[in-house]
């Protein structure tokens, strides 16, 4: 048996999804081996799908002339193909399991190795090896070895064909990001928010690192992604990470890594945040949470591009796109000695405030129009309608969640509102249950009132009655007045 095989090109470049070339010309390089290696006349490789047989290699036949099956011993590849079994025949014209070939006695084969190539315990096709010369070419040795090779084979075919598969759906899901994370998702045509598309749009090409200041709920993570998935780094990592409420250790684990027994429970190496990120973007959300020893470590990634894992001594190089978002005023957090000035001005080279939903109300029907869309489809429902009084409601709440508390009202009424059109009672905010009753008589805000004050003064009634500036048995009266309207 031949030795001087050479291993194998790659089956797939780098970066490319696999094609039926490349498959084929795996194929070619497996059967090329095979046939050196048997030292056979001439091989092919024949997939089967849907009972058609397909010769997708050839070795030693006339290179003007493609292999057709009739050259070969059908009755050889089917009975493989058949019984799952691999086949030695050392001289297939005196073979009693051939007599009736045809191929054999037209073509003069005499010894044939054919194996089975397998796909999840399904036989997908054959090598399949003869000479016409020699009648002890191939031996039981020859037979084992070109069986495993052909189990081998079916493996690395299996394998090319799934990275395509993997890139295909890579590439899929990364244009599928690219549309989600586009400026048309976050919505506003508020002056507040085109000035923030405007300052997106003048950074999203650059490397340069980006503060977003803003309350919470105002959609800082979603102008993060924007960025990263419009930027030149798209199709590499977007890496999130919250900084608030979590211990000094733990976050120098997860943002760093750390090494096998740096300390308890390190029972192995892990990779740090930074390193997954590594030439695309990290978003640090609350930075000003951050410890002064974290500060320390995340001002050198940024200046000299270096993470320490926990525990380790050798340093590692990241190309990142550091993108941070606090809810605090972070200029403030650095007057009071809370925060690093150096870092300060690494972080906000350039820095996009994102505004309150209360300051940006106009924005609110489109803000309810995209949300009852997306989230119909999500829940797989029809779109419904929303009623003015409704919008009015929505725009006349203050929002102390923003945009958050937003989407999760309108999902809520989406799928709590029993009718096709979304009324204010469905939406469960303050504004919206004040609307829906019915409007309130003097006597109600007389009571209303009455009641805050004497619970204020915790039941005190001489107190309470000194507050309104009525007198002791008036308050009496009207407490009593009350209690038996409540009884009856």
Not at 100 to 105: E, F, L, Q
Not at 254 to 270: C, N, P, Q, R
Not at 426 to 447: N, V
Request: hydrophobic share 40%.
């Amino acid at each position: 048996m031949a030795n001087s095989a050479t291993p194998p090109p790659p089956v797939i470049e780098p970066g490319r999804s696999a094609t039926r070339e490349d498959v084929v010309r795996l194929l070619n390089t497996v059967l090329g081996l095979s046939v050196e290696m048997m030292n056979a006349d001439r091989g092919v490789v024949i997939f089967r799908e849907a009972e058609k047989y397909e010769i997708m290699a050839s070795k030693n036949f006339p290179p003007d002339k493609t292999p057709t099956l009739e050259e070969l011993s059908a009755s050889v590849i089917d009975k493989v193909i058949n019984t799952a079994s691999p086949l030695l025949t050392h001289d297939a014209l005196t073979d009693p399991r051939f007599d009736t070939s045809a191929s054999v006695i037209l073509h003069q084969i005499t010894s044939i190795i054919c194996v089975p190539l397998w796909n999840d315990n399904e036989v997908i096709g054959v090598i399949y090896l003869d000479s016409r010369m020699n009648r002890q070419r191939f031996t039981e040795d020859n037979l084992n070895f070109i069986n495993i090779f052909g189990r081998m084979a079916a493996i690395a075919v299996d394998y090319a064909r799934s990275y395509g598969e993997l890139y295909d759906e890579k590439q899929r899901l990364q244009t599928e990001l690219r549309t989600s994370w586009t400026f048309e998702e976050i919505t506003g045509r508020s002056a507040r928010m085109l000035e923030v598309f405007n300052l997106m749009r003048r950074v999203m090409n650059s490397d340069i690192s980006v503060l977003l200041e803003g309350e919470s709920g105002t959609g800082k993570e979603l102008v993060a992604r924007a960025l990263h998935y419009n930027g030149p780094r798209r199709d590499k990592s977007f890496v999130a990470q919250f900084c608030g409420n979590l211990s000094e250790n733990l976050l120098e684990s997860e943002l760093f890594g750390h090494k096998k027994g740096s300390f308890t429970g390190a029972i192995s190496d892990k990779k740090g945040l930074f390193e997954i990120a590594d030439g695309g973007t990290f978003f640090l959300d609350e930075i000003a949470d951050i410890s002064p020893a974290i500060q320390a470590k995340l001002l050198r990634v940024i200046q000299e591009g270096e993470i320490r894992r926990v525990g380790d001594t050798d340093a590692l190089n990241v190309n990142v796109r550091i993108i941070s978002a606090t809810n605090k005023e972070l200029k403030a957090e650095v007057d009071a000695g809370r925060f690093r000035e150096d870092l300060y001005y690494r972080l906000n080279v350039i820095t996009i405030d994102l505004p309150p939903l209360r300051d940006r109300t106009g924005d609110i029907p489109l803000l309810v129009r995209h949300f009852l869309s997306r989230f119909a489809e999500k829940n797989k429902m029809p779109v419904k309608k929303i009623s003015p009084k409704a919008v009015q409601a929505l725009s006349n709440y203050a929002w102390p969640g923003n945009v958050r508390e937003l989407e999760n009202t309108i999902e809520r009424a989406l799928i709590l509102a029993e009718k096709d059109t979304i009324d204010v009672a469905d939406l469960f905010i303050p504004e919206a249950e004040a609307l829906s009753e019915k409007p309130k008589s003097l006597k109600d805000y007389e009571r209303e009132i009455v009641t805050k004050i004497l619970e204020d003064c915790g039941g005190n009634k001489t107190k309470t009655s000194e507050i309104l500036g009525v007198s002791l048995r008036w308050l009496h009266y009207k407490l009593s007045e009350w209690k038996k309207t409540q009884n009856t």
